[in-house]
């Protein structure tokens, strides 16, 4: 039986979701890779214990995590019955709905019929009777926003789920959004995005002005821009990378060799840092307080530790900053 460390709070930095009570730790694990049916269930176990151990207490889902769709729920599920039950109250458990999920028109994008019949489904793979964030994961500009928005506030009333969030948004459908939800006085506290150093969506379609704005909480997804903000590619692909074991996401075509002249510009200046590049792009990422908490996916535990350790140092120079506009093209 896992018992986790009673050290595991003395290290981890934790930041208040925008102005909600919530707060998350500066690294959560996200299980959009390497928890589905194509992973080894005991490295599921041990990436799971070595994230909580040193403080990581969020762990963030969806629906259709694998593959295939569904399977990350469960093996968490599985993880959380075996290990984490005595821990549930010093966890947040999140999850999501708005993509592709099961056949038919009422399995996907954001009508209240898929919202809350993927929660359901949801809470019976993690074995749980509420998690404590529920996205939509998507916008869908074909259903009301008001249908959208009072799915998430019905999870929220049933009990499944304590707080809503919403993922993949723009500035201006976040802002039509949050005033829907404050009037049906939904605990609307999190957006989750996509950003990174090569990545800056969400500078430019508001979101990230509009979250700090509105007083919500930001976490951030891809923060590594699939592994490319790390020192995998510097000397070619390598034969265990994500790019040859799995091809979803992150393309050989993607590793240029402009792109590799970036990243090793950016390790320069990391190194100049006394950091890695993850960590330097981690750190990027919660430099100016914007952003709560980055979620890390991990393959190994080692991966996770060495993540965490971007919190030491999230302070850059102009300078540092500048250069690494320059070295990144923007």
């Given amino acids: 039986m896992y018992i986790a460390k009673d050290t595991r709070y003395d290290k981890m930095k934790y930041n208040r979701l925008g102005k909600s009570g919530l707060l998350l730790p500066a690294v959560s694990l996200g299980l959009w890779h390497n928890f589905g049916d194509t992973g080894v269930y005991a490295n599921m176990e041990q990436m799971c214990f070595t994230a909580f151990d040193n403080g990581i207490t969020h762990f963030d889902l969806a629906n259709n995590y694998g593959p295939k769709y569904g399977s990350a729920e469960r093996n968490f599920g599985q993880i959380l019955k075996e290990h984490f039950l005595p821990y549930r109250d010093e966890m947040i458990i999140s999850t999501k709905a708005g993509y592709d999920m099961w056949p038919g028109p009422y399995g996907d994008h954001g009508s209240r019929k898929y919202l809350i019949a993927s ?76 950003y990174n150093i090569f990545d800056r969506t969400i500078e430019k379609n508001g979101l990230k002005d509009t979250a700090a704005k509105l007083g919500k909480g930001l976490i951030i997804f891809s923060p ?14 390598p034969a265990d990378s994500r790019v040859r074991t799995d091809g979803r996401f992150l393309k050989e075509g993607n590793i240029t060799e402009e792109q590799v002249a970036k990243i090793r510009k950016l390790n320069e200046i990391a190194a100049s840092r006394g950091q890695t590049l993850a960590e330097m792009a981690l750190a990027w990422i919660l430099r100016d307080g914007v952003a709560t908490s980055v979620l890390v996916g991990a393959s190994r535990p080692a991966q996770i530790l060495d993540n965490i350790k971007a919190i030491e140092n999230t302070s850059f120079t102009a300078d540092e900053l500048a250069a690494i506009d320059e070295a990144s093209g923007f």
């Fill in 224 to 237: 590594l821009a699939q592994g490319m903000l790390t020192d995998r590619y510097l000397n070619g692909i």
């Fill in 119 to 194: 929660l359901d489904q949801s809470l019976k793979r993690l074995g749980l009777e509420y998690v404590d964030i529920f996205y939509h994961h998507r916008m869908d500009p074909d259903t009301p926003l008001e249908e959208t928005m009072g799915a998430l506030e019905q999870a929220v009333r049933s009990g499944k789920a304590l707080y809503a969030g919403l993922s993949n948004y723009d500035g201006p459908t976040l802002e039509k959004a949050t005033a829907i939800l404050n009037e049906l006085h939904v605990p609307f506290v999190i957006n989750q995005n996509r």
